[in-house]
């Protein structure tokens, strides 16, 4: 069961924004690294980051190699979709398996499954028999694994290191990605100018060693346990209804997906920057890569150090990040443009981060799984359908007309979902002052207020900020 502390850990009803943190525990570390004190997420930090630095060069290699086998920013976008494509079709089902099965063995499985997929493209690539449709049909098989991976890895962070440790872990898991980021870019770039594609792929292959034996050494009896949801019927509409009920939920979820669809296309973009605009080789597409991960980086250690996850933060990053956007694709030189990259990666991680462990915090441990698995079906698997267009935006009116069409519908999509916050949130004041005006005064002018030990409004939704939930076992319905 989850280490969950009551009732007080539900979402509070928080109408003026104000931070609610997690009170801490006799002898809880904070800082930006406390997490890592916890030894099963110690393991599981040091194996991602060999596997994420692998996973970059691949990325950086896959995008290059397609754009050399074809010369077509579209088809580097038809990759992109057909990686994220299953978790479009599939993804709730991910969610599902994630929380009837033990997640440990889950990623035994799945980290397995995502090294042969690279192995397999190592060897067709070596062998010099690679063709594009051999890596669209590895691009799609990384997908259906990645369907089961994504809500699984997510939310087994929670088991390793409770709900007091959530924010902090999961904005270090973020920065573990940006950190693999900085090196697997360059690496990748270096190995495709000197010696090709196909030992980039090789060397990711055999990354995923690195959390595969990690896993491996986790003390199981360490592990935050909690309720795993049954087998039975009606649970992927038993998570749909949990979300449509929670408007703290479907706003964050609704925001990321309107960014991660297309404000997020930067394979598309950068590799049509440095090929069609700045006529620059694979070194500096690297380059341009790493840039954006120091941003990442940098926006991912400051998340670490905040203790609150507000909605107003992110729908602020979302338009800041909208914004940055359009301004990099009107850049006239490289070095604007390079320059660029490095707050777009630290504001687009923000909005990120800060829907994650929103959404996380303010979730039911047993629904976790589920809800993450809409959460990254969303973010991701809009990608099938933003890439593709952006793609064919970029081909047919340039880089920079694809680069600011992205950034102009995440902000667009940013200022609409604050609109509607800011009018909820106006609605659900005028509600507190009506219902505080009803209530007779005390002797001394006070207004009563809650009965001893009550915490008032922490049940109610639609807060603004998220502290962590309780297990609790939902309602099955059919």
Not at 29 to 46: H, K
Not at 50 to 72: E, F, H, K, P, Y
Not at 166 to 177: D, K, P
Request: proline letters at 6%; one cysteine or more; hydrophobic letters at 50%.
């Amino acid at each position: 069961m989850s280490t969950g502390p009551g009732a007080d850990s539900a979402p509070g009803h928080n109408p003026d924004d104000t931070p609610v943190r997690t009170p801490p525990r006799p002898g809880e570390r904070n800082g930006t690294f406390s997490s890592l004190a916890i030894r099963n997420y110690r393991l599981f930090f040091s194996g991602a980051i060999v596997s994420n630095t692998g996973t970059w060069m691949a990325r950086i290699t896959q995008d290059w190699l397609v754009l050399s086998l074809t010369g077509s920013a579209t088809a580097v976008g038809i990759t992109t979709a057909l990686q994220f494509l299953p978790m479009l079709l599939f993804g709730l089902y991910g969610g599902v398996i994630a929380d009837r099965y033990p997640k440990r063995q889950l990623l035994l499985l799945t980290q397995s499954a995502l090294g042969l997929c690279g192995l397999a493209l190592a060897a067709l690539t070596l062998s010099g028999h690679v063709q594009v449709w051999h890596v669209y049909l590895v691009a799609f098989l990384l997908g259906l694994v990645t369907v089961v991976d994504n809500p699984t890895r997510q939310s087994f962070v929670s088991e390793m290191v409770g709900p007091e440790q959530l924010r902090n872990a999961v904005s270090l898991n973020s920065a573990n990605f940006q950190s693999a980021r900085l090196v697997g870019p360059a690496v990748a770039g270096l190995l495709i100018a000197s010696v090709g594609s196909g030992w980039a792929f090789l060397i990711n292959g055999l990354s995923f060693l690195a959390p595969i034996t990690a896993n491996l050494l986790m003390r199981q009896a360490e592990l935050h346990r909690t309720e795993r949801a049954p087998r039975g019927k009606g649970q992927l509409r038993e998570g749909l209804r949990y979300v449509a009920g929670r408007p703290e939920l479907v706003w964050p979820i609704a925001l990321v997906g309107f960014v991660g669809t297309f404000g997020f296309n930067f394979p598309i973009w950068l590799t049509a920057f440095a090929d069609g605009v700045f006529h620059v080789g694979p070194g500096t597409y690297g380059f341009l890569n790493t840039l954006m991960a120091i941003g990442s980086l940098i926006g991912a250690l400051l998340a670490a150090r905040r203790g609150t996850s507000r909605l107003r933060m992110l729908v602020g990053a979302g338009l800041v990040f909208g914004l940055l956007e359009i301004t990099a694709a009107l850049s006239p030189s490289f070095w604007l443009f390079a320059a660029a990259l490095v707050p777009i990666g630290m504001v687009g991680l923000t909005v990120n981060v800060t829907a994650n462990s929103f959404v996380q915090l303010a979730t039911d441990p047993v629904m976790r799984g589920r809800v993450m698995s809409l959460y990254m079906m969303v973010f991701v698997g809009g990608t099938p359908l933003g890439a593709p267009l952006l793609g064919w935006i970029t081909d047919t009116y340039g880089a920079r007309a694809g680069f600011a069409a992205g950034g102009a519908v995440s902000l667009a999509a940013a200022a609409v979902i604050g609109v509607i916050l800011a009018r909820a949130r106006g609605v659900r004041l005028r509600e507190d002052w009506r219902r505080l005006s009803a209530r007779p005064f005390l002797a001394g002018g006070h207004r009563p207020g809650p009965a001893t030990g009550a915490r008032p409004d922490t049940h109610r939704r639609g807060g603004f900020t998220a502290a962590p939930r309780a297990a609790r076992v939902p309602d099955s319905g059919a």
